[in-house]
């Protein structure tokens, strides 16, 4: 089965509010992971990435939160606008030929 | 820059044509991907050339085959495709081995006819 999974298949937030967006793993020596965007018809876009010695990383209206006690790591979204509305995909880039290895992905659609 | 380049964006041909995708990056990564994605589902890997050599083929039927003439340029040469063949085809790039940042081009939307 898929090592890297997701909750929610669909986030429905409303335009302001925060979006919390979940991924699980189950690989314990998983040490690397890639949250990404995808527009329709686009490809996937690297938003941001997190360590296995990190435990929260930050950047522009995004943080990744990474609990490697539960395997688990969240894609928060702050203040959410309408621009946000894509799928979003975490991914484990574990192994040495350097494959992504994607969850199910999440569907955000932001409502006004 | 981070960008990957992949032409053409659509493409549609017949089941006995012969086509080529392809993917050009200019960030110095000696490792390049395809990726072929179907709608509402996560990129699925087909290929990965390292250091301009196929590195790993995920059993990809042969009407698939890949080329790598430089560290900046990726091909994908099609033949022979089936209808079932039409998606995405995304190709990505990044540093060799596990952690580190891999990149995506926008993708070839491929229907087969």
């Known amino acids: 089965g898929e090592n890297v999974g997701l909750h929610l298949p669909t986030l429905s937030v409303q335009e302001g509010d925060n979006s919390i967006i979940n991924c699980a793993y189950s690989?314990?020596?998983?040490?690397?992971f890639i949250w990404y965007k995808q527009e329709s018809g686009k490809g996937p876009q690297f938003i941001i990435d997190?360590?296995?010695?990190?435990d929260k990383r930050q950047g522009q209206r995004v943080t990744v939160l990474l609990n490697k006690t539960v395997k688990h790591l969240s894609l928060q979204i702050a203040a959410t606008q309408p621009g946000d509305s894509a799928v979003y995909f975490c991914?484990?880039?574990?192994?040495?030929?350097?494959?992504?290895?994607f969850g199910a992905g999440t569907q955000v659609v932001v409502t006004p | 820059d981070t960008e990957v380049t992949q032409t053409p964006k659509h493409l549609v041909m017949g089941m006995t044509n012969k086509k080529s995708l392809k993917c050009e990056q200019h960030?110095?990564?000696?490792?390049m991907y395809w990726y072929k994605q179907k709608a509402k589902k996560p990129p699925e890997l087909m290929f990965v050339?390292?250091?301009?050599?196929?590195?790993i083929n995920e059993s990809v039927p042969s009407r698939f085959s890949p080329e790598c003439p430089n560290s900046s340029l990726l091909n994908l040469h099609l033949h022979a495709l089936q209808p079932e063949d039409s998606a995405l085809y995304l190709c990505?790039?990044?540093?060799?081995?596990?952690?580190?940042?891999?990149?995506f081009g926008q993708g070839t939307r491929l229907t087969v006819v």
């Open positions: 960030m110095g990564h000696r490792a």
């Open positions: 690989n314990s020596a998983s040490d690397y």
């Open positions: 050339y390292s250091y301009e050599k196929l590195s």
């Open positions: 991914a484990e880039k574990g192994d040495s030929w350097g494959k992504l290895q």
């Open positions: 997190i360590r296995s010695n990190m």
């Open positions: 990505a790039s990044s540093h060799p081995g596990r952690g580190t940042e891999a990149f």
